[in-house]
């Protein structure tokens, strides 16, 4: 079993940043693939982002160039910091875990409680 445990989310204005993180804990936490999804109210859930456990990252096109994801192996740690962020960018964000980044995006195995972001415009 893998544990996630989000941090970090808030109210910011428009343009402003925030910066998530994810704790991992468990037997097997640090090989696996780390990524962050997020659901807008009345929408989907949307891929955000997804970093290996050797730190290649893949981003949705709507936050490239904006957010950026990252890791600490060391404390079992991924980060979402976020920038220049967007009133449509509002929505619970996920931590999500998987063997690899194609099980994390058709359906991650772990996922963290959730954390809410909100930018007012």
């Known amino acids: 079993q893998v544990q996630l445990v989000e941090s970090g989310g808030g109210l910011v204005q428009a343009g402003g940043s925030l910066r998530l993180s994810c704790a991992a804990s468990?037997?097997?936490?640090?090989?696996?693939?780390m990524g962050w999804f997020r659901r807008a109210p009345g929408k989907e859930r949307q891929f955000v982002s997804a970093?290996?456990?050797?730190?290649?990252?893949s981003y949705a096109d709507s936050v490239k160039d904006r957010f950026t994801c990252s890791r600490d192996n060391a404390k079992n740690t991924a980060y979402l910091q976020m920038y220049s962020l967007k009133p449509e960018d509002t929505a619970v964000y996920y931590c999500?875990?998987?063997?690899?980044?194609?099980?994390?995006?058709?359906?991650?195995?772990?996922w963290g409680q959730g954390t809410q972001v909100t930018v007012s415009s």
């Open positions: 468990g037997r097997t936490s640090s090989t696996y693939t």
């Open positions: 970093i290996s456990l050797s730190g290649a990252t």
């Open positions: 999500a875990a998987a063997e690899n980044e194609a099980r994390l995006r058709v359906g991650a195995r772990y």
